[in-house]
């Protein structure tokens, strides 16, 4: 029996090592597996039933014996070693939970009022929910007095599953494009993929970096010089798997550092694009039902039936395919798309569709190319069509674009700011084509603020140049003004405008709260102020005055067939709602024009206050209220709009203890023990917790933080594990009248739990018996006495 070292891993185990006469030792094939060590393919000696090999048949380890202290010594090379294989661990998400029968409605009210005309209006929508899924149905009333006139607008029963990332959607839905298709309005029937219900799910192609170790290591990986992993590996061969990557180019850096502190570094260039499809994935859709038409203008006028699939695949990481078709009774069409990585410069794509529709035979062809670095970022779009060409979404007399292209080039210049240039044309077949061009200049003024420069170009007989300068200055949590300027100069008139806006604007918090916005633009005024509450928002408009500047805008159009040029200056000022309760506003005035809201937000509603007053023309005012009603596990609560998911928390009947969410005071308990939370993000983590300081003395408290994971627009109940307990503060002296040493130990006799001694002889007893004796240990056991009811 010898004891083994194997690279320096310090295996401290004895094993059952053979020596022949001329010295030869032999090892146990099992102890090889061990170790993992690669066993030899020479055949191996038998002995009691186990394998063993000679070392001279395993060239690749080099053994030392001590026969003093019988130690046996084994260096390997990495390659003697089997490899092994480790993954990048992202941030883990728990499963959503079921949710309990329940519902919700909210609410929008709105009140405006131009001279002597006043109109009322509002928004509702109806939910309810379960284990089953969720279903929603909205309605606006454009005249909350004339019910005649009133428009539902979708109606859907949602059904997802997470586990499976596919989602079921009847009623009212939208049909999913694809590369070259238009996203239409239908009523019927969709399944598909829907990523969304996994957050931490990876679709892109990630990444795998190898390396090799002589003796245990650490290996840090590295993303764009960001640590994203550091684990222990064992001698030998390694690879590490499932590493993410950002989109762009970048470098994968993997430092290796060993016992003696001896560093390797391999380096891995990569380029990610959220355009591909990790190898085997799928991203597939079906629709079928009936067009809807005139949304909004009409509740329920559905027109032809309409099918269409789209189905995408990662090929291999470097390669995305996708086929879609769609078809009415008059039209059928389909087109192949792809994506291909072309090494670590960018990604090329290309579609090719055709269509057979009354109009004959038509064809669509589209070309890509998109490149990301560090500090350069470049986009190209192409695509033209065929006269003939059709698809579901186009109306019946329009006819197809003949091209449109898009340009985008970027250049970051770190604290130089940040350069960017686009370049979009649209050529028809039945009017003059759109074409239009901008240059746009970034740069951080410090702690002061931002600084934004813009020229835009538009070309045609309506073709103007505008030019825009605006700083933005931040004021505080969610609190910021803006000062815009701009000049227009027409190009067929020559005439110039000028535009100067001043905002200022808070916007509304998570929580309950309050937020405005005051514009002026030239001479017009508009102002608001919203009131949010955990009943609903609400909304009320006044003339606003004068208000300080925070961003300026300024910004000069030139006419190309004229000269003439125009300007606009534009001054905001703006704070936004923080994620509790609190306020917002905003402020604006450009040029002459000035509007000014106003925002509240509490627990139970956001109130908004908004006005405005042109240069030209009558002012207006309005005045809104937003909320909500829901019902979870069987408890009602008003609210500020549920418009996702929700939950309501419990602290027992403990009220005014404040609720966090992701660390932020969002609620605060009611006087039953209840907080309502309105906006946790759906099959994510939202982290609640309580403040334990706001629990009275006798509360005990066994977690601070529960993990909220609710389904899709459905609600979640937490209950804190808290409960009262009967407790007791002694200052306990012994018979010489000095107090019991701190540190002691005190307990009820005939019970195990014991209690901490405290300076001066103060101890906290939970559940005393006052029938029992207390008996305690400060250095040697001793009867103190009973504990008298005080």
């Not at 191996?44 to 202290?69: A, I, N, Q």
């Not at 993929?193 to 990630?206: A, D, H, K, L, W």
């Not at 200052?731 to 006799?749: I, M």
Request: hydrophobic share 35%; aromatic share 8%; glycine share 12%.
């Amino acid at each position: 029996l010898l004891q083994v070292d194997v690279n320096r891993q310090r295996l401290d185990e004895p094993v059952l090592v053979l020596r022949r006469e001329d010295g030869t030792l032999l090892i146990a094939g099992e102890d090889l597996d061990r170790w993992r060590l690669r066993r030899p393919s020479t055949p191996p000696y038998e002995h009691e039933g186990r394998l063993f090999y000679p070392s001279s048949d395993l060239p690749s380890l080099k053994l030392s014996l001590d026969e003093r202290t019988q130690t046996l010594t084994i260096s390997a090379d990495p390659q003697a070693f089997a490899g092994t294989v480790q993954a990048v661990t992202g941030q883990r998400y728990p499963p959503p939970v079921l949710p309990q029968p329940g519902g919700f409605f909210n609410y929008t009210l709105s009140g405006t009022r131009i001279q002597d005309t006043t109109t009322r209006n509002g928004l509702f929508e109806a939910g309810f929910f379960s284990q089953h899924g969720v279903f929603t149905s909205s309605v606006v009333a454009p005249e909350l007095t004339r019910s005649q006139g009133w428009l539902r607008l979708d109606s859907t029963y949602a059904v997802d599953y997470p586990a499976e990332l596919v989602s079921v959607r009847l009623g009212d839905t939208i049909t999913r494009p694809g590369t070259w298709g238009r996203a239409v309005r239908i009523g019927g029937a969709q399944y598909g993929t829907n990523f969304s219900t996994q957050p931490g799910f990876i679709r892109s192609p990630v990444l795998q970096a190898a390396g090799s170790a002589v003796l245990p290591s650490t290996v840090d990986v590295f993303m764009n010089n960001a640590l994203v992993q550091r684990s222990a590996v064992p001698p030998g061969p390694f690879s590490i798997q499932n590493i993410p990557v950002v989109t762009g180019s970048g470098e994968v850096r993997m430092v290796v550092r060993d016992l003696l502190g001896r560093e390797q570094v391999i380096t891995q260039p990569f380029y990610s694009s959220a355009t591909l499809l990790k190898q085997g994935l799928a991203d597939y859709s079906c629709e079928v039902g009936a067009i809807r038409n005139n949304f909004a203008v009409e509740s329920n006028d559905y027109g032809q039936a309409v099918g269409a699939a789209t189905y995408r695949r990662g090929i291999t990481d470097y390669f995305t395919g996708e086929v879609r078709g769609e078809a009415t009774r008059d039209l059928q069409a389909v087109g192949f798309s792809s994506a291909v990585r072309a090494g670590n410069f960018g990604v090329l794509s290309g579609t090719f569709a055709g269509s057979r529709s009354e109009a004959g035979v038509g064809r669509l062809l589209g070309l890509g190319v998109e490149h990301l670095s560090g500090s350069i970022s470049v986009a190209l779009q192409t695509q033209v069509t065929s006269p003939d060409f059709r698809q579901t979404g186009m109306e019946p007399n329009e006819l197809p674009r003949r091209r449109q292209t898009f340009g985008t080039i970027g250049y970051a210049m770190g604290p130089l700011g940040s350069l960017s240039a686009t370049y979009g044309i649209q050529q028809f077949r039945d009017q003059p084509q759109a074409e239009i061009a901008t240059l746009t200049y970034s740069v951080p003024l410090g702690k002061v603020g931002n600084l934004s420069l813009t020229a835009l170009r538009s070309y045609g007989a309506a073709g103007a140049t505008t030019v825009f300068a605006t700083v933005t200055i931040p004021l505080g949590e969610l609190t910021s003004g803006t000062v815009t300027f701009d000049r227009t100069r027409d190009s067929a008139t020559g005439a110039t405008s000028e535009n100067r806006t001043l905002v200022m604007q808070k916007g509304l918090p998570l929580g309950d709260g309050y937020g405005y916005r005051v514009q002026r633009r030239n001479e017009d005024l508009l102002g608001s102020y919203s009131l949010q509450t955990g009943v609903g928002t609400y909304v009320l408009a006044i003339p606003l005055g004068e208000l300080t500047s925070g961003t300026v805008t300024f910004d000069r159009t030139r006419d190309s067939a004229t000269g003439a040029t125009s300007e606009n200056r534009t001054l905001v000022m703006q704070k936004g709602l923080p994620l509790g309760d609190g306020y917002g506003y905003r402020v604006q005035r450009r040029n002459e024009d000035l509007l000014g809201s106003y925002s509240l937000q509490t627990g139970v509603g956001t109130y908004v206050l908004e006005a405005s007053r042109p240069k030209e023309g009558p002012g207006a005012a309005r005045v809104g209220i937003t909320g909500g009603i829901g019902v979870v596990g069987g408890h009602p609560f008003f609210s500020r709009a549920l418009t996702d998911s929700f939950g309501v928390v419990r602290v027992a009947d403990y009220s005014n203890v404040r609720v966090l969410q992701d660390n932020q005071v969002v609620a605060q308990t009611d006087g039953q023990g209840y907080a309502v939370l309105p906006r946790l993000r759906s099959y994510d983590r939202n982290q609640v917790s309580i403040d334990h300081n706001d629990l009275p003395f006798d509360a005990i408290l066994d977690r601070l933080r529960l993990d909220a994971v609710p389904y899709l627009r459905s609600g979640v109940l937490l209950e804190f594990p808290v409960h009262r307990v009967r407790a007791a503060t002694l200052h306990v002296l012994l018979e010489d009248g000095t107090p019991l040493p701190s540190g002691a130990l005190a307990r009820f006799e005939g019970k195990d739990k014991q209690f901490p001694v405290a300076l001066r002889g103060e101890a906290y007893l939970e559940r005393p018996d006052y029938s029992a004796g207390l008996s305690g240990a400060g250095g040697r056991s001793q009867r103190i006495g009973h504990l008298l009811r005080g």
